[in-house]
């Protein structure tokens, strides 16, 4: 099963900018790398059930990179502004 999409820019804790660009490593992200203080917004959540949707076949690959995009973007982790 695929579960690639087309590349999400962030940044990483020293400044520097990297690309997600599957579905596991968002997952990977939104449950051990996210910010404290945005752990459990309604955006946050919305993304890491999206990425459960995605895995049992219930969801698409640009489902879930939409939602993570808006999750990064609140976080002010999204390095490209994707939502202008």
Same mark, same amino acid.
């Given at each position: 099963?695929?579960?690639?999409?087309?590349?999400?820019?962030?940044?990483?804790?020293?400044?520097?900018?990297?690309?997600?660009?599957?579905?596991?490593?968002?997952?990977?992200? !939104?449950?051990?790398?996210?910010?404290?203080?945005?752990?459990?917004?309604?955006?946050?959540?919305? &993304?890491? +059930?999206?990425? =459960? @949707?995605? !895995?049992?076949?219930?969801?698409?690959?640009?489902?879930?990179?939409?939602?993570?995009?808006?999750? &990064?973007? +609140?976080?002010? =982790? @999204?390095?490209?502004?994707?939502?202008?």
């Amino acid at each position: 099963m695929n579960h690639k999409f087309a590349p999400v820019y962030l940044w990483n804790s020293d400044g520097k900018q990297f690309a997600v660009s599957d579905v596991l490593r968002v997952a990977k992200w !939104l449950t051990e790398l996210w910010p404290a203080e945005y752990r459990g917004t309604d955006r946050h959540i919305e &993304a890491m +059930e999206i990425c =459960l @949707l995605e !895995l049992e076949g219930n969801a698409t690959p640009d489902d879930v990179r939409a939602l993570f995009v808006e999750a &990064a973007f +609140e976080a002010d =982790l @999204l390095a490209v502004d994707l939502l202008a």
